[in-house]
């Protein structure tokens, strides 16, 4: 999405006499300059305006830098976008480079440094991410819909199957309702009309009606209507049997075009989910939600959203089958009692899904060790390829270890034979 654009110094005519402006009045002047003083003449550096185009197709002016440093620049900032998004292959510059290009911008952008654009680009993000009716629908047209629907379909579809999965309690008449919040183009509606075992019919809401008309069109749910999840949701009370949600609730965690807070935010979808659940059901047993996020802070903040409206949940990390790729789950903590084993022994993160630091999640094998589901199980292959994830990386680290006993051994050889 980054790019340069070509500005060069303007060379607009001027009055009798006076000096033109640009690269060349540049060069005249230190080469008089360079005449005066006896020392041999050295050109001016061509300048050029650099701009980054955002996903709006807006334009931010970094600023006019010597035109050598624009690749390093773009650089820079790639790897800051890759470090914020936490995606792709770090992207870094030698120590020389660096301090070239942190000279560039104190000298030449009101940015000031690099701390500064990092500042100046998670600004400009996160204005992009204030979520509105008018700002979504002016971005999201039939084209970028359609691009959108043929890029994710294959990541939605696992992971809207393994929303469906990790509901602790299935609908059990088949005229219950299913909510999809935040369906999209109608995707993750579309899997939970497929794999619902008694037929039960999916509303989904959306803001963009862009998407909305793109679910219609294809059949993805029994209905689609628009609805702004921040504010309350337009259905009555005790509607669904079910709650679902894909990659939708961490937009949230942004504040509002109108000033309320992630937590404002937050508080009325939980409210509003709890209100349109079918009453004689456990409410923690009627919800499950999966999301992106950058931090087990984040992730924290939504399940506390949760837990405040008397939902009772926890936070879950798990794989979609045959990905690399690891995905926040919010689903139900009390859907069943834990199996005597499980109570016996203290809770235990899972080191390859989450650092134990956070204290805030475990993955989906020691969830399935720890409770026994009522309802809804796992497949098989899903656990199987888990538990072989967990294999393959303890195999890794003891390669690891023996490597570096290995080289610690020739080493301590080495120093005893000087």
Request: proline fraction near 4%; include cysteine; glycine fraction near 6%.
């Given at each position: 999405d980054?790019?340069s654009r070509?500005?060069?110094l303007?060379?607009?005519?001027?009055?009798?006499?006076e000096?033109?402006v640009?690269?060349?009045a540049?060069?005249?002047v230190?080469?008089h300059?360079?005449?005066?003083?006896g020392?041999?003449a050295?050109?001016?550096e061509?300048m050029?305006?650099?701009t980054?185009?955002l996903s709006?197709?807006?334009?931010r002016?970094i600023?006019?830098?010597p035109t050598r440093l624009?690749s390093?620049?773009?650089t820079?900032?790639?790897g800051?976008?890759?470090?914020m998004?936490?995606k792709?292959?770090?992207?870094?510059?030698d120590?020389s480079?660096?301090?070239?290009?942190?000279?560039a911008?104190r000298?030449?952008?009101?940015?000031g440094s690099?701390e500064?654009?990092r500042e100046?680009?998670?600004r400009?993000?996160?204005?992009?991410?204030?979520?509105?009716?008018?700002?979504?629908?002016?971005?999201?047209?039939a084209?970028r819909?359609?691009l959108?629907?043929?890029?994710?379909?294959?990541?939605?579809?696992?992971?809207?199957?393994r929303?469906?999965?990790?509901?602790?309690?299935?609908?059990t008449?088949?005229?219950?309702l299913?909510?999809d919040?935040?369906c999209?183009?109608?995707?993750?509606?579309?899997?939970?009309?497929?794999v619902a075992?008694?037929?039960?019919?999916?509303?989904?809401c959306?803001?963009?009606m862009?998407?909305?008309a793109?679910a219609?069109r294809?059949g993805?749910?029994?209905?689609?209507?628009q609805?702004d999840i921040?504010?309350?949701l337009?259905?009555?009370?005790a509607?669904?049997a079910?709650a679902?949600s894909?990659s939708?609730?961490?937009?949230?965690?942004?504040?509002g075009?109108?000033?309320?807070?992630?937590s404002?935010?937050?508080?009325?979808l939980?409210?509003?989910?709890?209100?349109?659940v079918?009453?004689?059901?456990?409410?923690?047993?009627c919800?499950?939600?999966?999301?992106h996020v950058d931090?087990?802070?984040d992730?924290?903040?939504?399940r506390?959203a949760?837990?405040?409206q008397?939902?009772?949940?926890g936070l879950l990390?798990?794989?979609p089958?045959?990905?690399?790729?690891r995905?926040?789950?919010?689903?139900?903590?009390a859907a069943?009692?834990?199996?005597?084993?499980?109570?016996?022994?203290?809770?235990?993160l899972?080191?390859?899904y989450?650092?134990s630091?956070?204290?805030?999640a475990t993955?989906?094998l020691?969830q399935?060790a720890?409770m026994t589901?009522?309802a809804s199980?796992l497949p098989?292959?899903?656990l199987?390829w888990v538990t072989?994830e967990h294999?393959?990386a303890?195999h890794r680290?003891?390669r690891?270890c023996s490597?570096?006993?290995?080289?610690?051994?020739?080493?301590?050889r080495w120093v005893m034979?000087?």
């Amino acid at each position: 999405d980054f790019r340069s654009r070509s500005e060069n110094l303007a060379k607009r005519p001027r009055a009798d006499g006076e000096a033109t402006v640009g690269a060349e009045a540049l060069v005249d002047v230190e080469d008089h300059a360079a005449a005066d003083t006896g020392a041999p003449a050295v050109a001016a550096e061509r300048m050029r305006v650099l701009t980054i185009r955002l996903s709006d197709r807006s334009e931010r002016t970094i600023g006019t830098f010597p035109t050598r440093l624009h690749s390093d620049i773009r650089t820079v900032i790639l790897g800051l976008r890759r470090g914020m998004r936490q995606k792709g292959r770090p992207v870094t510059l030698d120590g020389s480079r660096t301090a070239a290009v942190e000279e560039a911008l104190r000298d030449f952008s009101q940015l000031g440094s690099i701390e500064g654009l990092r500042e100046a680009i998670t600004r400009w993000t996160q204005e992009l991410l204030v979520a509105s009716a008018a700002g979504l629908n002016s971005y999201y047209d039939a084209a970028r819909t359609e691009l959108y629907t043929q890029h994710n379909a294959i990541a939605q579809t696992a992971l809207s199957k393994r929303v469906w999965q990790l509901q602790p309690e299935l609908p059990t008449v088949c005229a219950d309702l299913l909510l999809d919040v935040g369906c999209g183009s109608g995707l993750s509606s579309a899997i939970f009309e497929k794999v619902a075992p008694l037929s039960n019919r999916v509303i989904g809401c959306d803001l963009s009606m862009a998407m909305i008309a793109h679910a219609r069109r294809v059949g993805a749910a029994f209905d689609v209507v628009q609805a702004d999840i921040s504010l309350p949701l337009p259905f009555r009370d005790a509607s669904f049997a079910s709650a679902l949600s894909v990659s939708t609730v961490q937009h949230l965690l942004q504040p509002g075009a109108d000033g309320r807070s992630a937590s404002e935010r937050l508080a009325v979808l939980f409210s509003s989910l709890k209100r349109t659940v079918m009453p004689g059901r456990a409410v923690s047993r009627c919800i499950s939600v999966q999301f992106h996020v950058d931090s087990a802070a984040d992730a924290q903040t939504i399940r506390e959203a949760c837990l405040a409206q008397g939902i009772e949940c926890g936070l879950l990390m798990d794989q979609p089958y045959g990905s690399d790729s690891r995905r926040w789950f919010l689903t139900s903590r009390a859907a069943a009692e834990p199996t005597a084993a499980a109570a016996a022994r203290p809770p235990r993160l899972c080191k390859l899904y989450c650092d134990s630091s956070d204290g805030c999640a475990t993955c989906v094998l020691e969830q399935h060790a720890a409770m026994t589901f009522s309802a809804s199980t796992l497949p098989t292959e899903h656990l199987e390829w888990v538990t072989g994830e967990h294999l393959r990386a303890a195999h890794r680290w003891v390669r690891a270890c023996s490597f570096f006993r290995s080289f610690a051994l020739g080493a301590a050889r080495w120093v005893m034979t000087i």
